[in-house]
């Protein structure tokens, strides 16, 4: 998958879980569903998986042997970035913890399943070659 096409479907990816975020608090008006400041956790989770990609899709396009090296370079970097963020928000923040973290947590995991995905993507056309 050349970068051009991952950002296209990753826009388009991005713009329905903004969807989604969106309608769930108009759909559920009484359940506390998302933080106060959410749409920052969405945008710091966004651009370091947009991030994470281009720095592996660069790591094996440079040398596809240590491509998988490249991916859980990544990964680990993203993951460091993510809790510096927990940790850092948790100590500013006073609003109840199990609601960021379930903000938090579900949105890593919807932007990893697709950058895997989409890595993995780019190691399948490699061994077809």
């Known amino acids: 998958m050349s970068l051009s096409k991952f950002t296209l479907y990753y826009l388009i990816y991005t713009l329905i ?12 008006p009484q359940v506390n569903l998302v933080v106060k ?12 998986t947009y991030i994470a990609y281009i720095t592996a899709y660069f790591g094996i396009k440079m040398d596809p042997q240590a491509g998988v090296m490249a991916i859980m370079g990544s990964i680990v970097l993203k993951m460091i970035f993510s809790l510096a963020f927990v940790l850092i928000y948790s100590l500013n923040s006073k609003e109840k913890g199990i609601v960021f973290a379930l903000n938090f947590f579900s949105l890593y995991l919807l932007f990893s399943f697709f950058e895997i995905y989409s890595l993995l993507c780019n190691l399948r056309h490699q061994n077809n070659k």
């Open 37 to 48: 400041k959410f749409w920052l956790v969405f945008c710091f989770i966004g651009g370091l």
């Open 17 to 28: 879980l903004a969807g989604v975020a969106y309608a769930l608090p108009q759909l559920f």
